[in-house]
């Protein structure tokens, strides 16, 4: 069973930064992809950004030009680094890799952040 354990949430003021970390039980050199998603209270999740196995990225508008993804194989983590942060990012943030066999998520992390 592939365990993802996200990890770096918590709480800072608007205009702050928090990076977000999501190691990964298996390689993830076999990944096809990995993403962050994340679900406001009352809200759908929602997807953030994703990392294909090539290294392509992409973003939601509501967060491009503020949010980096970003991998490190050697580790099998995968990053989210949150600039400028917003109290309209807040929600639980969840990390997703997908392999072959199957999708895996985390447990989440909530980001919260103070006006």
């Known amino acids: 069973q592939v365990q993802l354990v996200e990890s770096g949430g918590g709480l800072v003021q608007a205009g702050g930064s928090l990076r977000l970390s999501c190691a990964s039980s298996?390689?993830?050199?076999?990944?096809?992809?990995m993403a962050w998603y994340r679900q406001a209270p009352g809200k759908e999740r929602e997807l953030v950004a994703a990392?294909?196995?090539?290294?392509?990225?992409n973003y939601a508008d509501s967060v491009r030009g503020r949010f980096t993804i970003s991998r490190i194989n050697a580790k099998n983590t995968v990053y989210l680094q949150m600039n400028s942060l917003k109290p309209e990012d807040i929600a639980v943030y969840y990390c997703?890799?997908?392999?072959?066999?199957?999708?895996?998520w985390g447990q989440g992390t909530q980001v919260t952040v103070s006006s």
């Open positions: 997703n890799v997908r392999w072959r066999g199957g999708t895996y």
């Open positions: 298996r390689s993830i050199v076999g990944a096809i992809s």
């Open positions: 990392i294909s196995s090539g290294g392509s990225t």
